[in-house]
């Protein structure tokens, strides 16, 4: 039973979002910029974040706090 796991953390690992020309991984390690909460920094970048405001963390409480995540 403990393949199982295995299998899907490699799935998971190496699936990709193909947008706008760019290739991100689902890897969920959220960014926040300008208000708004990214998947990663890859998904914020895509979106056309400003990459010298990105912080590592969702965004702090009284801000926007609007989650991005891609739609496929």
Same mark, same amino acid.
């Given at each position: 039973?403990?393949?199982?796991?295995?299998?899907?953390?490699?799935?998971? $690992?190496?699936?990709?979002?193909?947008?706008?020309?760019? +290739?991100?991984?689902? /890897?969920?390690? !959220?960014?926040?910029?300008?208000?708004?909460?990214?998947?990663?920094?890859?998904? $914020?970048?895509?979106?056309?974040?400003?990459?010298?405001? +990105?912080?590592?963390? /969702?965004?702090? !409480?009284?801000?926007?706090?609007?989650?991005?995540?891609?739609?496929?």
């Amino acid at each position: 039973m403990q393949l199982l796991p295995a299998i899907f953390l490699t799935i998971l $690992a190496t699936t990709t979002v193909q947008a706008q020309d760019c +290739i991100c991984t689902y /890897e969920l390690a !959220p960014v926040c910029s300008g208000g708004v909460t990214y998947g990663n920094a890859c998904m $914020a970048k895509c979106a056309g974040a400003d990459v010298n405001k +990105i912080m590592s963390g /969702e965004c702090p !409480p009284g801000t926007q706090n609007l989650t991005k995540t891609w739609s496929g």
